[in-house]
């Protein structure tokens, strides 16, 4: 085995066979239309029925969702908008392609999610939007984001990219603020391979965004009417969606059962702990991420994540580095350190495991014996039989 090779992929997408999909290729192939037909019209359709929401618009991909949907809310150029910094780089990303600022926001010590008290701080005149994230499926307060968006006067949106099957008091995320983008990435629960979807209860934000996807064309064809994108999903990757979304309730509960063995399995190292779903919210655990405590653990997270890489375990500090602390946003980052305490220690000590819908359980637990063995320092004879076997392909 040469060293560093991963063996244990942290996701990998759970794809149907090739054999249930041939039947519906050949279709969108016999009928010549390859994108934006029926297959998307279902797939939009699906999501509506499933989240109880009145509009879906199938995109290319979540950040092209998250972008048409800023730049259809129309925020004034030069803006500010109050986003978490701990969170994937295309939230802020989609911010600065619309001219809009990202200010940093922390995050809440369990569940990690924007926190709204802190948000409240960091609103000015010049501020336009409030923009959370669900975090690894896990949604923030979002009765505290309502209030916070009503008594000031201002937009509210969500990249919800990882939150496909994520609900907040029994209501299902994809129905809050002005507007939420999905991701269907292949690191998602629901995957179209590549793709995303903008969800939203405004008509009239809707038929904007439906136009924008595709150029910003009016319904006639011709006329431009808004500034837009080439961001139309093709029928092949509605097709994987579709069948993807239909099974959703069984890649949620798979992960359940994965995420119950790591926590039941690594419990016992000292400063270990895991993200928290707070009790009136589901998570569509999208990923399993757990802290070491750099003060107790017996391990930090930078050396476990090198160990397990020598083993072939493939994880991911994530978010790491936080947005403030990303050459892109460094300018705009410079001097908030400070006032982003929990962020900054939650991403220093955070590591994302291996985590997909089909992963087997045999597989958690060859990942929790390294975690173990390199935290306590000793190897099972499983490992040792393992190590044995691998040194002698050297
Ligand atoms: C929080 C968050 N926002 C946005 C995105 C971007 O989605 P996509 O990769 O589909 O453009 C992702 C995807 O990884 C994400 O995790």
Redesign the pocket.
């Known amino acids: 085995m040469k060293h560093n090779q991963v063996r244990y992929p942290i996701v990998w997408p759970t794809l149907p066979d090739f054999s249930e999909l041939q039947s519906g290729i050949r279709a969108v192939i016999a009928s010549g239309r390859v994108t934006v037909g029926e297959q998307v019209a279902g797939l939009e359709a699906d999501v509506r029925a499933r989240l109880g929401v009145s509009h879906c618009i199938a995109v290319?991909?979540?950040?092209?969702?998250?972008m048409l949907l800023l730049r259809a809310l129309n925020l004034p150029k030069g803006s500010e908008v109050v986003t978490p910094t701990f969170?994937?780089?295309?939230?802020a990303q989609?911010l600065l392609w619309n001219g809009l600022k990202p200010v940093f926001c922390d995050s809440e010590p369990d569940s990690f999610t924007m926190s709204a008290s802190a948000a409240e701080s960091l609103i000015t005149e010049r501020t336009s939007a409030i923009y959370p994230?669900?975090?690894f499926g896990v949604p923030g307060d979002m009765d505290a984001y309502l209030r916070l968006a009503d008594k000031h006067g201002l937009a509210l949106l969500f990249?919800?990219?990882?939150g496909l099957g994520s609900s907040y008091r029994g209501t299902p995320v994809g129905n809050f603020g002005a507007g939420e983008?999905?991701?269907?990435?292949p690191?998602?629960v629901v995957t179209a391979v590549?793709?995303?979807l903008v969800t939203t209860n405004d008509g009239d934000l809707a038929r904007r965004i439906r136009q924008m996807r595709d150029y910003g064309k009016a319904p006639d064809g011709e006329d431009m009417q808004w500034l837009g994108l080439s961001a139309r999903m093709t029928e092949f990757n509605a097709l994987v969606a579709r069948w993807s979304l239909a099974r959703i309730d069984t890649w949620v509960a798979n992960r359940a059962a994965i995420m119950r063995r790591y926590e039941e399995r690594l419990r016992e190292i000292p400063g270990v702990s895991f993200q928290r779903t707070p009790p009136h919210c589901v998570s569509s655990r999208?990923y399993i991420v757990a802290l070491f405590d750099p003060e107790i653990s017996p391990i930090t997270r930078d050396d476990l994540y090198e160990r397990l890489k020598q083993d072939g375990v493939q994880t991911k500090r994530y978010?790491y580095p936080a947005l403030h602390n990303q050459t892109l946003f460094r300018d705009i980052g410079q001097g908030c350190a400070a006032r982003l305490p929990i962020a900054e220690k939650v991403s220093s000590s955070s590591l994302a495991l291996p985590m997909y819908s089909h992963m087997p359980i045999d597989t958690v637990d060859y990942v929790c014996d390294r975690i173990l063995a390199h935290s306590f320092g000793k190897e099972t004879e499983h490992d040792v039989l393992l190590l044995i076997g691998s040194c002698g392909e050297l």
Do not use: P, Y
């Open positions: 290319s991909s979540g950040t092209s969702g998250l969170t994937f780089a295309a939230t989609a994230v669900c975090v990249d919800s990219a990882q983008a999905f991701s269907m990435s690191t998602k590549e793709g995303g999208n978010f």
